[in-house]
């Protein structure tokens, strides 16, 4: 097992920039998660640690070795892809021996690898069957397996569960999170998805432009995101962004509501950001609450979900079991000082 270092890497399509100084670490038997919007560079980065892109500046390193000039399969990573990448006319035990036999693999070796790799994933009883015989998750398993046998140094995945359905996401991360706590070798994960980012990660790397903009505990991410970028990527709903200024010790909005004593005498404007959960709802009219009206309720049984407009701001709030609120209807909302962040207009950096 090895550790992998990314330091100051840049990669560049033609004059296009996409991995800019870009540094993280993951350490010995880390679970680290790639997250970004479309096109920020999460699969071009995993791809360059992999060997399948070459960069133009910066070090990747696998345990002591600096792998920039070394072939895909001299790094000792496994990748997991998205669309499973299976040899259709080859059986399940075909498809997880097959890079064990490209590489000289004894007879009896391969065999016990690929049996121990079956049992892990309960792939025992479709060993002879092919891939058009498995459902979506039993393929995704599979690929799995041929990453496992080689025993690598570090896995890969790159969205691996975004072609299956909901439920089967649940399931399969839970599956991937079991299976990386039971081999124990360092993964680099890349989703568009944050939840699993969040449910499966030891660390989350944010990546947007090209650039990292946060790396840290997927928790302390949530709680004390260092920019507005952040704030508003890591959790669903997201975070409430509303426009505020800072006068006479209290923070108005833009439409003359006091929001909250200030806990600075300055004169400024800042973007106040407050998690949907943290704002609270109070009857309409009473004294220091922001008057809004609820445009849309949904409710999951367990939770409530509402959209609330204040002038031309719509703020969403969260709030635990059934609301009795209905579209249309006039309510109170509080936002608790202890639980707002302040972030510069400018820059967009927490203050």
Partial sequence: MAGVSVHNLVKNFGTVKVLQDVSFQAEDGEFIALVGPSGCGKSTLLRSIAGLETVQGGSIRIGDREVNNLDPKERDA?????????????????????????????????????TEA??????????????RQLSGGQRQRVAMGRAIVRKPSVFLFDEPLSNL????????????????????????????????AMTMADKIVVLQGGKVQQVGHPLDLYDWPC???????????????????????????????????????????FNLGIRPEHVVISPSGKR??????????????????????????LINVTTTGRLAAKQGESIGLSLPLERIHLFDTETGMRV
């Fill in 165 to 196: 359905d909901a439920a089967l996401r649940v399931q399969m991360r839970a599956e991937i999170r079991s299976l990386h706590k039971r081999i124990g070798v360092t993964s680099i994960y890349v989703t568009h998805d944050q939840i699993e």
């Fill in 288 to 313: 220091g609450t922001i008057p809004a009206i609820v445009e849309v309720v949904e409710s999951t049984g367990n939770m409530s979900f509402l959209t609330c407009s204040v002038t031309d701001q």
């Fill in 227 to 269: 920019n507005i970028f952040v704030a508003t990527f890591i959790g669903s709903p997201a975070m409430n962004i509303i426009p505020v200024s800072e006068s006479n010790g209290k923070l108005i909005t833009q439409d003359g509501h006091v929001l909250a004593a200030s806990k600075r005498e300055m004169n400024q404007k």
């Fill in 78 to 114: 496994a990748m997991v892809f998205q669309n499973y990448a299976l040899y259709p006319h080859m059986t399940v035990r075909q498809n997880m021996a097959f890079s064990l036999k490209l590489h000289g693999g004894k007879p009896l070796e391969i065999v016990e690898r690929v």
């Fill in 118 to 131: 079956a049992k892990i994933l309960g792939l025992e009883p479709y060993l002879e069957r092919y891939p």
